[in-house]
């Protein structure tokens, strides 16, 4: 989604205001003109913002504690925006924050005043401030976790294009990951030939981990899978049982895979965005092999079977 954007170049004077492409919202940085909207929109909704053991009413139970918030905030790396409609109404607030002072991973939190709701508001917030997160903040994955039974903001979180990747601290977990946010492909270069190819399904793998299946274009001897690994996850350690050939390829991120032979010695190959193009590594049967993403970056790496991959190929192994 297009946006205007204008950069922060003083708090409190010219804050961070991204403007939706069909105007019908408008993010602003918080500032201290806002407290008194912002308190009056939690202090009507604390029944509907307390849902789901949310705090964010028990935090701000007056006009002041709003200020404090605004002008001593506790992490100041927090980016919080007034989510506005196009009648320029405060309907709720969304946040990014990173997990750390330059980390390249953030966290979006969000509410909506009970009134705004099932208007797409925060659908159309989400996308806005996540795409400013990749595209100015140069973050490479953002998270959102949210409270089991809260589907409202499952919806919010899926129709802006994130995936359920698992839990963390008692909730579910969604992301979305710049490089991982991959069009369908059309084609493959694969063995100095560009081929073309069918997109079949996406499937889970593990959590953090998931595989886009696609054939090749009347090409019915192999079938290749595009493998897009979270930061600090890895694919199942899985041990070759048939087929003709195994390719495993790097695409793009920070990781490694680790082969490890039959007679127990190990290929430890690290990738990057450095490294040379095409890597593929061919796996024999009997061998076992797993990727793993580095812990601050994302991994995408792809396989290739011949033939066609089928249930009984690998054998899944504990680690």
């Not at 002008?71 to 790396?77: A, D, F």
Request: charge should be negative; proline fraction near 4%.
């Amino acid at each position: 989604m297009a946006s205007e954007i204008h950069p922060n170049k003083e708090f409190n004077n010219n804050p961070i205001e991204i403007v939706s492409s069909d105007g019908g919202i408008v993010l602003r940085q918080f500032t201290l003109r806002d407290s008194e909207e912002i308190f009056a929109l939690i202090d009507r909704n604390r029944s509907h913002l307390s849902q789901f053991g949310d705090d964010t009413a028990d935090k701000y139970p007056t006009l002041q504690s709003v200020r404090e918030s605004i002008e001593h905030p506790k992490n100041p790396e927090r980016l919080r925006f007034a989510i506005r409609n196009k009648e320029r109404q405060m309907a709720g607030s969304i946040n990014l924050t990173p997990y750390e002072k330059g980390s390249t991973r953030g966290e979006v939190g969000y509410y909506l005043g009970s009134e705004f709701q099932k208007k797409g508001y925060m659908v159309k917030a989400v996308e806005i401030l996540t795409n400013y997160g990749f595209d100015f903040l140069n973050y490479k994955i953002i998270y959102g976790d949210i409270a089991e039974g809260n589907i409202s903001s499952e919806k919010v979180l899926l129709k802006a294009g994130y995936q359920e990747t698992g839990k963390h601290d008692g909730k579910i977990r969604y992301s979305k990951n710049k490089e991982q946010n991959i069009s369908q492909l059309n084609t493959f270069d694969f063995e100095s030939s560009i081929q073309p190819i069918s997109f079949v399904e996406t499937t889970k793998v593990a959590t953090g981990v998931e595989c886009d299946v696609y054939t090749f274009d009347g090409d019915n001897s192999k079938d290749l899978g595009v493998i897009r690994i979270e930061p600090g996850f890895k694919t199942p350690l899985q041990r070759v049982l048939k087929g003709n050939r195994t390719i495993e390829g790097y695409v793009s991120g920070k990781g490694r895979l680790v082969i490890a032979k039959p007679d127990g010695t190990q290929e430890k190959h690290s990738v990057d965005n450095n490294t040379q193009k095409p890597f593929v590594v061919a796996v024999a049967i009997g061998e076992k092999m797993q990727w793993q993403a580095d812990k601050d970056s994302p991994l995408v790496a792809y396989e290739i079977c011949f033939p066609p991959y089928e249930d009984g190929r690998y054998e899944n192994l504990q680690e």
